[in-house]
Nanobody, 119 residues
Framework: QVQLVESGGGLVQAGGSLRLSCAAS????????MGWYRQAPGKQRELVAA???????DYADFVKGRFTISRDNAKNTVYLQMNSLKPEATAVYYC?????????????WGQGTQVTVSS
């Protein structure tokens, strides 16, 4: 079982920065891929960035060069540093954990944190 709690969302002006954190409980954190997703009103949830257990990262084209995902396995935490924010980044941001361990698939979501970027 993995529980995820996001924090760090808020209101920021366009061009500003925010750092999201996702704290995870559970001993299997380090074995999973962590992802940040976002969902804007009336739109589908979409992947923003992901980081594997080995530290490999992947980013959506719309955030490349501006957002950075990282993880600290000692703290069971994943971060999303968001720079040069644009109004279209306004959404609820969700943390996700995925892993397959001994043929058991794990897929957990946090409750989300609101990010609002004003123009």
């Amino acid at each position: 079982q993995v529980q995820l709690v996001e924090s760090g969302g808020g209101l920021v002006q366009a061009g500003g920065s925010l750092r999201l954190s996702c704290a995870a409980s559970g001993s299997i954190f380090s074995r999973g891929t962590m992802g940040w997703y976002r969902q804007a009103p009336g739109k589908q949830r979409e992947l923003v960035a992901a980081i594997t257990s080995g530290g490999s990262t992947d980013y959506a084209d719309f955030v490349k060069g501006r957002f950075t995902i990282s993880r600290d396995n000692a703290k069971n935490t994943v971060y999303l540093q968001m720079n040069s924010l644009k109004p279209e980044a306004t959404a609820v941001y969700y943390c996700n954990y995925k892993a397959t361990i001994w043929w058991i698939q794990y897929d957990y979501w946090g409750q989300g944190t609101q990010v609002t970027v004003s123009s």
